[in-house]
């Protein structure tokens, strides 16, 4: 006599590891957007499902942008505003909020290069960069922080610099016109690595995280001399290309990476490494 199959209790169908992948019903801001690295950023996020709000200075060029995404068939939307100015942040969140209901993926992207002449560039400059660079990602990053936080879920996604955790090699300029010495830029992406910490701690009780991209250079027609001893200085022999992000920034913004926070990851070829 056969006894009956016992019932089976309290067995969830586990997600696929693909599926955790997935940004689908999900929405993501990316600041600077349609900048070198911003532009692979806002596609991959869009491409695994999420819709995506660009967001920058430039509404000209930001809406040709979105508008070239949108024929792709990706769902991409540009706003406006300035990371200089408070209430210009606090106004994107507003818009945002309204049109999107919340916010799950924040990309803090955008940057200014204020100091056009490297280290003689006048005192100002460096206060400009500050307020933007500095005291904007802190702003636009509490003002959609908390709104995650309320939501109880989110991922914060900190675009750093390999020149935010080493220092210049400036023999890769001898030879080039090219302005080298920029000591806001290692400042702030020097302290975006700790920052990303900081709010990974702050925003964790909240299930919202933070991670920083520790990105290398990208190849966009620098001169031969810096790009051929460049490219010795990597493990891989080569700058980034228009791909090399978005694989890195799909798993930081979706359940993939669900238990990763406050980290910096090196995305540089082997740069930092050798």
Do not use: W
Request: proline residues 3%; charged residues 20%.
């Amino acid at each position: 006599m056969s006894l009956p199959a016992a019932p089976i209790i309290g067995i969830i169908s586990p997600m696929s590891v693909l599926d955790q992948f997935s940004l689908k019903g999900k929405t993501a801001l990316v600041t600077g957007g349609a900048g070198l690295y911003g532009r692979q950023i806002v596609d991959a996020l869009a491409e695994a499902g999420a819709k995506v709000f660009v967001a920058a200075r430039s509404r000209e060029a930001l809406e040709t942008f979105a508008a070239g995404r949108c024929e792709q068939g990706l769902d991409v939307e540009a706003l406006t505003y300035d990371q200089g100015d408070e209430a210009s942040i606090l106004s994107l969140r507003d818009v945002l909020l309204e049109r999107a209901g919340q916010l799950d993926v924040l990309v803090n992207n955008a940057v200014l290069r204020s100091m056009k002449e490297g280290y003689q560039s006048p005192a100002e400059a460096f206060a400009q960069s500050m307020q933007v660079n500095a005291t904007g990602l802190f702003i636009i990053t509490r003002a959609f922080g908390d709104e995650m936080a309320k939501q109880g879920s989110g991922s914060i996604i900190n675009i750093g610099s390999i020149q935010g955790v080493c220092g210049e090699d400036a023999s890769l300029y001898v030879g080039t016109d090219m302005v080298h010495g920029s000591p806001d830029y290692y400042f702030h992406k020097g302290g975006v690595t700790n920052f990303t910490r900081f709010i990974a701690s702050y925003y964790g009780p909240s299930q919202v995280r933070c991670n920083c991209v520790v990105a290398g250079g990208f190849s966009n027609s620098q001169p031969e001399p810096f790009y051929s001893r460049y490219k010795e200085r990597t493990f891989l022999g080569r700058m980034a290309n228009d791909e090399d992000m978005k694989g890195l920034m799909v798993y930081l913004a979706s359940d993939a990476s669900q238990y990763m926070t406050g980290a910096n990851i090196a995305l540089d070829g082997g740069y930092t490494a050798k």
